[in-house]
């Protein structure tokens, strides 16, 4: 079965700077996605970036990008130049070949301004 | 596209009851999934349904059921509700094919009494 922690159960991070979450998975499966969602409180849960196992360069969307070690196992997320609206619960997840996903436990972010 | 509905928002029930969630996908999608998310537990995969076939299980007692429909519209029932039962149940929705990201709905709140 696969398995995703995530270390850090919270994170904070002053405005305008970078903060990098972590996240591990264990499996045997070559071919599978990566994943890191997004739930602002009481907000719904969103998707913020993706990482096909098979593909070597790191996936970046805007101020978010990835770093992905695939021998590692290891998925973490780097958000730069930090907005007060980052602020939220973010989950690591992995979806292998069966098309179940498995979520950590999640990392709680706060933006100081 | 209208996004994952989930109804109803907030639902109060108490011990013993059953109840039933309903979820409607995001359109063109077959796939839809159920979890539970508690604050102690995380996210927990309940089941999957892909095309009116349940696709995946999660690991929960027989009391958590569900269907999908022909339109993908998906409910979840959970008979002789326990005080346990109390969480957020996220329905998240995705295209053809296990890898895609998905979709997730806002939620139904459940407060078991």
């Known amino acids: 079965a696969q398995t995703v922690t995530q270390s850090q159960p919270e994170m904070s991070v002053q405005e305008a700077e970078t903060v990098t979450l972590s996240c591990t998975y264990d499996?045997?499966?070559?071919?599978?996605?990566l994943f890191w969602y997004k739930q602002p409180p009481s907000r719904q849960m969103i998707l913020v970036i993706r990482?096909?196992?098979?593909?070597?360069q790191n996936a970046t969307e805007n101020r978010f990008s990835v770093n992905f070690q695939k021998a590692a196992k290891s998925f973490s997320l780097k958000i730069s130049d930090s907005q007060l609206g980052d602020a939220a619960m973010y989950f690591c997840?992995?979806?292998?070949?069966?098309?179940?996903?498995?979520f950590g436990d999640g990392t709680t972010l706060t933006v100081k301004p | 596209k209208a996004g994952v509905t989930q109804t109803p928002r907030y639902l109060i029930k108490t011990r013993g009851q059953q109840v039933t969630l309903s979820c409607s996908p995001i359109?063109?999608?077959?796939?839809v999934s159920w979890y539970q998310q508690t604050p102690g537990q995380g996210l927990q995969f309940l089941f999957e349904?892909?095309?009116?076939?349940?696709?995946n299980k999660g690991n929960f007692p027989g009391r958590f059921s569900g269907r999908q429909f022909s339109n993908s519209r998906s409910e979840m029932n959970v008979s002789t509700l326990e005080l346990g039962d109390s969480a957020l149940y996220l329905c998240?929705?995705?295209?053809?094919?296990?890898?895609?990201?998905?979709?997730f709905g806002p939620g139904t709140r459940l407060t078991v009494l």
């Open positions: 998240a929705s995705s295209a053809t094919g296990t890898y895609n990201e998905q979709f």
């Open positions: 499996t045997s499966e070559s071919d599978y996605y």
């Open positions: 990482q096909e196992a098979y593909k070597q």
């Open positions: 997840a992995y979806r292998g070949n069966a098309g179940k996903s498995t």
């Open positions: 359109s063109g999608h077959r796939s």
């Open positions: 349904y892909f095309s009116e076939t349940q696709r």
